[in-house]
């Protein structure tokens, strides 16, 4: 009841700050929310536009990966809310509309995606079980996104300095991870938990040390005088986004939603310090991007900085979480100045951000495929690999392809159902 309570709350929200121009979840659909607020762009147009960037990967990013773990990725939610708000009408009328609509479309979420699962669970070959393993790879594989980022930013060298002590710190972790405590009692550290945190203490070294020339004024900074009111208009908006940032977190608290494909698939697994680092890490990337956007747009993100989804990981009461999420949102806003000024000043802290976001879908793609081949030869031996191999390469050649990352978890779905089909018509024995 809980779940579904918080869900709808946060969809009829969500769904009204976009209607209103306040906050829009997809990054691309940012920069053009001001162009209808100050009246160059109509409604429809705008509705066009937010259903042409978001609704692709709704289908084919959010609800394959939210169908492989039993938490939503946040993709699913509110990139939907995106579309519910920027075609709703405007006035009065349209914040109701958009309302009651992205509630239901949470609602509809929730239940839709469980109907699904239970509907594949009826199946003659249930292949639910094995598509867990499309995530398997990421746990590991994620810690070495540190080492790639210092090789974007500072060469290959540094790059395999990072990756050597990410590994040594792994095995290390391995094998002298425990630690006796009193009255008998061990505590555990666990080694790919600590390779991502060595891996992370590296790639920030590396950027904090690059610094800007004496007395030079950065382009945040000149930003900041040209784009005042809009600045201002964010921060007049601050209840309410704090009020959003809460019902993120406590949402994400409760075990709903998660942020990313990485800290779903490591929350699913029960490793809430391993995800808790993995949304700190994006989180990190994404300060750049979200002040930008937010100082020359006027229009914030629900999720802010996405630091809200550590909050609601590492806090495991939902109210407490609701609190802090909605400190943490006021926080970003009330900062905005602050941050645009202190990334002028560390420029490698602002490269590394750009660099985060690439490593993280670069890591995400390599493990996706190599997960989701091994879910697909999971539920049909030796096909397996030939349907995600080929399902990969042919897709680069659609006119309408799927983001790289989904094609594993897509092609792992498609074939549990192909596979069930071939059975009925007496193809495929299992």
Same mark, same amino acid.
């Given at each position: 009841?809980?779940?579904?309570?918080?869900?709808?709350?946060?969809?009829?929200?969500?769904?009204?700050?976009?209607?209103?121009?306040?906050?829009?979840?997809?990054?691309?659909?940012?920069?053009?929310?001001?162009?209808?607020?100050?009246?160059?762009?109509?409604?429809?147009?705008?509705?066009?536009?937010?259903?042409?960037?978001?609704?692709?990967?709704?289908?084919?990013?959010?609800?394959?990966?939210?169908?492989?773990?039993?938490?939503?990725?946040?993709?699913?939610?509110?990139?939907?809310?995106?579309?519910?708000?920027?075609?709703?009408?405007?006035?009065?009328?349209?914040? @109701?509309?958009? =309302?009651?609509?992205? /509630?239901?479309?949470?609602? #509809?979420? &929730?239940? +839709?995606?469980?109907?699904?699962?239970? !509907?594949?669970?009826?199946?003659?070959?249930?292949?639910?079980?094995?598509?867990?393993?499309?995530?398997?790879?990421?746990?590991?594989?994620?810690?070495?996104?540190?080492?790639?980022?210092?090789?974007?930013?500072?060469?290959?060298?540094?790059?395999?300095?990072?990756?050597?002590?990410?590994?040594?710190?792994?095995?290390?972790?391995?094998?002298?991870?425990?630690?006796?405590?009193?009255?008998?009692?061990?505590?555990?550290l666990n080694p790919d938990g600590m390779a991502l945190l060595v891996g992370m203490i590296v790639m920030i070294f590396f950027a904090i040390r690059e610094k800007a020339p004496e007395g030079s004024t950065g382009a945040n900074t000149a930003l900041l005088g040209i784009f005042s009111k809009r600045v201002a208009r964010v921060k007049k908006n601050m209840?309410?986004?704090? @009020?959003?940032? =809460?019902?993120?977190? /406590?949402?994400?608290?409760? #075990?709903? &939603?998660? +942020?990313?494909?990485?800290?779903?698939? !490591?929350?699913?697994?029960?490793?809430?310090?391993?995800?808790?680092?993995?949304?700190?890490?994006?989180?990190?990337?994404?300060?750049?991007?979200?002040?930008?956007?937010?100082?020359?747009?006027?229009?914030?993100?629900?999720?802010?900085?996405?630091?809200?989804?550590?909050?609601?990981?590492?806090?495991?009461?939902?109210?407490?979480?609701?609190?802090?999420?909605?400190?943490?949102?006021?926080?970003?806003?009330?900062?905005?100045?602050?941050?645009?000024?202190?990334?002028?000043?560390?420029?490698?802290?602002?490269?590394?951000?750009?660099?985060?976001?690439?490593?993280?879908?670069?890591?995400?793609?390599?493990?996706?495929?190599?997960?989701?081949?091994?879910?697909?030869?999971?539920?049909?031996?030796?096909?397996?690999?030939?349907?995600?191999?080929?399902?990969?390469?042919?897709?680069?050649?659609?006119?309408?392809?799927l983001v790289d990352m989904a094609v594993g978890p897509v092609a792992a779905i498609s074939l549990g159902i192909i596979v069930n089909i071939l059975s009925l018509v007496g193809l495929y024995t299992g």
């Amino acid at each position: 009841m809980l779940a579904n309570v918080l869900i709808m709350m946060l969809g009829a929200l969500a769904s009204i700050l976009a209607n209103k121009g306040i906050a829009v979840f997809n990054d691309g659909l940012r920069p053009i929310v001001p162009e209808h607020l100050e009246g160059r762009m109509d409604r429809k147009s705008l509705a066009a536009t937010s259903l042409a960037l978001g609704f692709g990967l709704v289908v084919g990013f959010g609800i394959p990966f939210s169908l492989t773990t039993p938490i939503l990725l946040v993709h699913c939610i509110l990139l939907g809310t995106d579309i519910i708000g920027c075609s709703s009408p405007d006035g009065k009328k349209g914040l @109701i509309v958009a =309302g009651v609509l992205g /509630a239901l479309y949470g609602l #509809g979420l &929730m239940l +839709g995606l469980q109907f699904v699962v239970d !509907l594949f669970a009826m199946l003659p070959i249930n292949f639910l079980p094995s598509l867990g393993k499309v995530g398997a790879p990421i746990v590991v594989a994620f810690a070495a996104f540190p080492a790639l980022v210092v090789a974007y930013q500072y060469g290959f060298k540094n790059g395999l300095i990072a990756f050597i002590l990410t590994f040594l710190s792994r095995q290390f972790f391995q094998y002298h991870g425990t630690f006796a405590l009193s009255e008998g009692k061990n505590i555990t550290l666990n080694p790919d938990g600590m390779a991502l945190l060595v891996g992370m203490i590296v790639m920030i070294f590396f950027a904090i040390r690059e610094k800007a020339p004496e007395g030079s004024t950065g382009a945040n900074t000149a930003l900041l005088g040209i784009f005042s009111k809009r600045v201002a208009r964010v921060k007049k908006n601050m209840p309410l986004l704090a @009020i959003m940032g =809460g019902l993120i977190s /406590a949402t994400t608290s409760a #075990g709903i &939603m998660a +942020g990313d494909p990485i800290s779903l698939n !490591l929350l699913a697994q029960g490793k809430y310090s391993e995800a808790g680092l993995a949304a700190l890490a994006r989180g990190i990337g994404f300060v750049p991007l979200v002040a930008t956007t937010a100082i020359t747009t006027g229009v914030y993100g629900p999720a802010g900085m996405t630091l809200v989804f550590v909050v609601g990981i590492f806090i495991k009461n939902p109210l407490i979480a609701f609190i802090v999420g909605g400190i943490v949102i006021g926080a970003e806003i009330m900062l905005l100045e602050v941050i645009a000024r202190g990334l002028d000043k560390f420029p490698g802290m602002k490269n590394c951000g750009d660099h985060i976001r690439t490593a993280m879908t670069k890591i995400l793609e390599i493990a996706l495929l190599v997960g989701g081949m091994v879910a697909a030869n999971d539920i049909a031996p030796g096909l397996g690999y030939l349907f995600v191999a080929g399902a990969y390469v042919l897709n680069k050649t659609s006119k309408k392809p799927l983001v790289d990352m989904a094609v594993g978890p897509v092609a792992a779905i498609s074939l549990g159902i192909i596979v069930n089909i071939l059975s009925l018509v007496g193809l495929y024995t299992g």
